[in-house]
């Protein structure tokens, strides 16, 4: 055979695949960060109430997924990848700042809650060993950490069904399909104790199953399929009523549809998919990157963050802001204010590589490693 430019030979198409994969990898990164910069805006937006006022039906929409997205992202890994987390580091990572935010937003709440400091240490220890949306509001005045244990929880049925699945496919679909179902019909006494999030799991792990099954994360999906499923999606939620401005769904509530409401819980898992796959496909294209990037590689900090950080805002509002202009104009300036300050503060941190290591430890070897100038996360 003769090799020439348009039939290179094996070492040079090696060395062109050599070049090709990194350059796949940080495209694919940075897909990732736009995607997560999304939702971290869209989660923002939600909590704000200046917003929520101007249209409700938008925010219990968004209410329907938002934080969800992040709770799905781990199915983006390869199905083989799934067992090879370490618990002890996840715990670490997602468990430490956890306990350390409830300490101090706890401690915040006894201003406002007319608790005194020494009930702190048993509505730390309750929140924490209950690991739920209520338990958390209970003792810091906010819902927000449930997620944290959730991911935890996520990542540990992950691993326990990857061995099995592995095998047996269809038979542990079916079991996740059935467990997914029964979610939303639990008593509140188990909605308050959810350790690692375990309803939540169970509600997601179905679904998240079926977005790795078909590499919904990966796959280029063209237009008119998006389109497509949105329209379904979309028509099966008006149809279903599955929008309820008195009483929102809310998955870190566990306030969501089951057996019971088939019909509304397969329009909830459409609209999850659906905004899954399309927020995804978005965040491929260059303007979104570059956008939305910024605010996805600091996600995590944002979203621990910017909850108090908007109540202060809302605070003092009488003093900074005229509220007469309206619920969109308000909501618009306290929500670029939230993300303004919220990046100042996490940027901070990530300056102070120890401080960040502490807060937001990578897993166990962050802290034998805290004061290393050269360990960066």
Not at 25 to 36: M, N, P, Q, V
Not at 348 to 375: D, Q
Request: net charge positive; glycine share 8%; with cysteine.
């Amino acid at each position: 055979m003769t090799y020439s430019a348009t039939h290179p030979t094996p070492e040079v198409i090696d060395e062109q695949k050599s070049q090709q994969e990194p350059r796949a990898g940080r495209l694919e990164s940075a897909s990732t960060d736009a995607f997560k910069g999304i939702c971290i805006f869209l989660i923002i937006f939600g909590h704000n109430k200046s917003l929520e006022y101007a249209s409700p039906e938008f925010r219990a929409f968004l209410y329907l997924f938002h934080v969800a997205m992040f709770l799905y992202l781990p199915f983006l890994r390869p199905w083989q990848a799934w067992g090879r987390a370490k618990p002890l580091d996840l715990i670490i990572r997602y468990g430490w700042p956890c306990v350390v935010f409830t300490l101090v937003y706890s401690v915040i709440f006894v201003k406002f809650s007319g608790r005194s400091l020494t009930e702190v240490p048993m509505l730390v220890a309750e929140a924490v060993l209950a690991m739920s949306a209520r338990g958390f509001d209970h003792a810091t005045g906010l819902q927000l950490l449930w997620f944290l244990p959730a991911l935890i929880g996520i990542r540990f049925a992950m691993m326990l069904v990857a061995p099995i699945a592995g095998a047996q496919l269809w038979p542990v679909l079916a079991v996740a399909a059935f467990a997914h179902s029964l979610v939303g019909l639990l008593p509140e006494s188990l909605k308050y104790v959810t350790p690692f999030g375990w309803p939540i799991a169970a509600l997601l792990l179905f679904p998240g199953m079926v977005i790795a099954l078909l590499d919904l994360g990966r796959r280029r999906i063209p237009v008119w399929m998006l389109i497509g499923l949105g329209a379904i999606a979309l028509t099966l939620m008006l149809a279903t009523g599955l929008i309820n401005r008195g009483h929102p769904l809310n998955v870190g509530m566990i306030f969501v549809p089951s057996i019971a409401t088939p019909l509304k819980l397969i329009a909830l898992d459409l609209i999850q998919i659906w905004a899954f796959v399309t927020l995804m496909a978005v965040s491929r294209l260059l303007p979104v990157q570059r956008l939305f990037s910024g605010l996805g590689r600091m996600s995590f900090e944002l979203f621990v963050l910017h909850q108090p950080i908007y109540i202060g805002i809302r605070a003092i509002s009488p003093a900074v802001l005229v509220t007469s202009w309206g619920p969109w104009v308000t909501g618009a300036v306290t929500l670029a204010l939230t993300i303004a300050i919220a990046v100042g503060v996490a940027v901070a941190i990530r300056s102070v590589p120890p401080v960040h290591r502490l807060l937001f430890p990578a897993g166990v070897g962050s802290f034998g490693r805290l004061w290393s100038p050269h360990l960066q996360q």
